[in-house]
């Protein structure tokens, strides 16, 4: 059994910073690519970052220069450092996963935790 778990998401006002924390459990063999999506509300789910297990980076043009991405292998562990909060950065954030282990392989989801940046 896999599990993400997220946290840090809040409230904060523009100009604001908030990290988000993922970390990867359960029977796992090695983890691939991890990554930050996030959907604000009527709209679709969409890439924020996403980070190789060899360090390869690559943003939304939207978040360039103000999020950074990073993980921590030993620990199974992506961040999302937001900094710079604009309001439509607004939405709930899902962290994935594209994970193997002994027997399979998946792409696996986060619950997803709510980022609300206030004008």
């Known amino acids: 059994q896999v599990q993400l778990v997220e946290s840090g998401g809040g409230l904060v006002q523009a100009g604001g910073s908030l990290r988000l924390s993922c970390a990867a459990s359960?029977?796992?063999?090695?983890?691939?690519?991890m990554g930050w999506y996030r959907q604000a509300p009527g709209k679709q789910r969409e890439l924020v970052a996403k980070?190789?297990?060899?360090?390869?980076?690559n943003y939304a043009d939207s978040v360039k220069g103000r999020f950074n991405i990073s993980r921590d292998n030993a620990k199974n562990t992506v961040y999302l450092e937001m900094n710079g909060l604009k309001p439509e950065d607004t939405a709930v954030y899902y962290c994935?996963?594209?994970?193997?282990?002994?027997?399979?392989?998946?792409?696996?989801w986060g619950q997803g935790t709510q980022v609300t940046v206030s004008s």
């Open positions: 994935n996963a594209e994970i193997f282990t002994r027997w399979t392989s998946g792409n696996y």
């Open positions: 359960g029977n796992i063999f090695s983890v691939n690519a």
């Open positions: 980070v190789t297990s060899g360090g390869s980076r």
